[in-house]
């Protein structure tokens, strides 16, 4: 476990793009590796994904509220939150889109603090995996709980379910 002083949130530039596809894949792989085909997190999986956040950081499709986590000059999470566009049953105005933090820096209070940068205690929905003990406990102590709602993740055994504040 990390110290909270070791780590401060910010908005990030289009210098980050690698390093958010980095943090993404490498979370990716320690969080869901049991459940997703290992051609989500190869080589090729890194460069569509690099280039997806560069796509978004330099142009309109930025996520509304986008921050990271740095620690010793290196992203070590992100988050983001907007409108829901993918649910085509949203029950809340705002959804968490993203929260990945290297498991290295779990427990260091970064990953609270770019939930509370995105989401500022707003009521809110999320999408988690099902199979995901520690985001859930975590999501929990944040005043979020499933209403029922899932979906499987296509083509893989992924199932997500929906939580809400």
Avoid at 27 to 35: D, F, Q, S
């Amino acid at each position: 476990m990390r110290e909270a002083s070791e780590f401060h949130v910010r908005a990030p530039g289009p210098a980050d793009a690698d390093a958010i596809a980095r943090v993404l894949i490498v979370t990716w792989r320690a969080t869901y590796g049991h459940l997703l085909p290992s051609s989500f997190f190869d080589d090729d999986a890194l460069e569509q994904r690099t280039a997806m956040w560069r796509s978004m950081l330099n142009g309109p499709r930025r996520p509304p509220r986008l921050r990271v986590a740095e620690a010793h000059g290196e992203i070590v999470g992100f988050a983001s939150a907007g409108i829901p566009i993918d649910d085509e049953d949203p029950v809340r105005d705002l959804q968490l889109y993203t929260l990945y933090l290297l498991p290295e820096h779990h427990g260091s209070g970064a990953g609270q603090a770019l939930l509370d940068a995105v989401l500022a205690g707003d009521r809110a929905q999320l999408w988690v995996a099902e199979d995901n003990p520690r985001a859930h406990s975590f999501y929990r102590r944040n005043g979020f709980l499933p209403d029922g709602a899932e979906k499987n993740y296509p083509g893989t055994a992924l199932v997500e379910v929906r939580l809400v504040r």
